[in-house]
C-alpha cells in the first residue's frame, strides 16, 4: 500500500497493522449447487455506481475454497476481479448469517455480469459480488464440515 504520508497515513497504516485476523468460528461446505445475481446500480450525480455479477456456488472435491473467473472480458473486465473477491469474502468477515464462516470444498464460478464505462468502479462489484454470493449460498444449503 502507498501512502503519502502525514498524520492521516500514519494512523490508517497503524490500524492496519493492529487489525488481527479472526479465526473461523465454524467451517461450512455448499452441499448443492446455486445461482446468485448481485446488482448494484445508483445514480447519484456523475459518474453513479455500477456494479453487476453473476456466479454458482457449488460443492468440489478438494478440501479448498476455488474461486473461478469465467467471464468474457467484454462483459466484465478482468480490473474487477480483485473487487469480486474482495465482496465474497467480506461477505463471510462482516455481519450477517454467513459472519465467522470458513468455507471448505466449495467452488464460486463467477459466470456472467456486466460493467458501464464511467459508472463501474471496485465498489460497486465488491457490493453486488457479496450480494450475489449471499443470495447463491441461502439457496445452495450449508452444513458443517468439522
Known amino acids: 500500500m502507498k501512502f503519502n504520508g502525514g498524520q492521516a497515513a500514519l494512523h490508517v497504516m497503524r490500524i492496519l497493522t493492529l ?3 479472526k479465526k473461523p468460528s465454524r ?5 448443492r449447487q446455486a445461482k446468485g445475481e448481485g446488482r448494484y446500480v445508483r445514480q447519484q450525480g456523475s459518474p453513479g455506481r455500477y456494479g453487476h455479477v453473476a456466479m454458482v456456488v457449488e460443492p468440489d472435491i478438494d478440501g479448498a475454497f476455488t ?3 469465467a467471464v468474457d472480458p467484454s462483459l466484465v473486465p478482468e480490473d474487477y476481479i480483485a473487487a469480486v473477491a474482495k465482496g465474497i469474502y467480506s461477505c463471510c468477515e462482516q455481519g450477517g448469517p454467513f459472519a465467522g464462516c470458513a468455507f471448505v470444498r466449495t467452488r464460486v464460478r463467477v459466470i456472467d455480469g456486466s460493467w458501464h464505462a464511467v459508472d463501474s468502479n471496485e465498489l460497486s462489484y465488491q457490493i453486488a459480488a457479496a450480494e450475489a454470493f449471499a443470495q447463491a449460498l441461502e439457496s445452495g444449503g450449508l452444513r458443517d464440515a468439522a
Open 27 to 31: 467451517t461450512v461446505a455448499v452441499t
Open 67 to 69: 474461486l473461478e473467473w
Open 19 to 21: 487489525k488481527r485476523p
